[in-house]
């Protein structure tokens, strides 16, 4: 019994592990697409900006800066909220 108790703790264990590296990941892809983010908006002005009209509307009540309006809207269409 203390060995099945053993294995499970080591699966617990590498499975712990597993997620702290996946969460490493996230962080990673989540500054990859703030730098996107920010050569877009140094790139593109409003008159040319792809989400311009959404940017209008929702900087009123969320007071997001560019870059992070672009991140939120990357992410909406990829389906992570």
């Known amino acids: ?4 108790v ?3 703790k080591k699966k617990v264990l ?3 592990d597993v997620i702290d590296k996946q969460n490493d ?5 989540q500054k990859a697409l ?6 877009v908006v140094a790139n593109v002005n409003c008159l040319t900006c792809p989400i311009a009209s959404i940017c209008e509307s929702k ?3 969320t007071g ?3 870059a992070e ?3 939120e809207e990357w992410e909406e269409e990829a389906g992570i909220e």
Not at 1 to 4: D, F, G, I, K, Q
Not at 34 to 39: N, P, T, W, Y
């Open 1 to 4: 019994m203390s060995e099945n």
């Open 6 to 8: 053993d294995e499970l």
């Open 14 to 16: 590498e499975l712990c």
């Open 25 to 29: 990941y996230i962080k990673k892809y």
């Open 34 to 39: 703030m730098i996107a983010a920010d050569e």
């Open 59 to 61: 900087y009123e009540y």
């Open 64 to 66: 997001l800066a560019c």
């Open 69 to 71: 309006m672009f991140v």
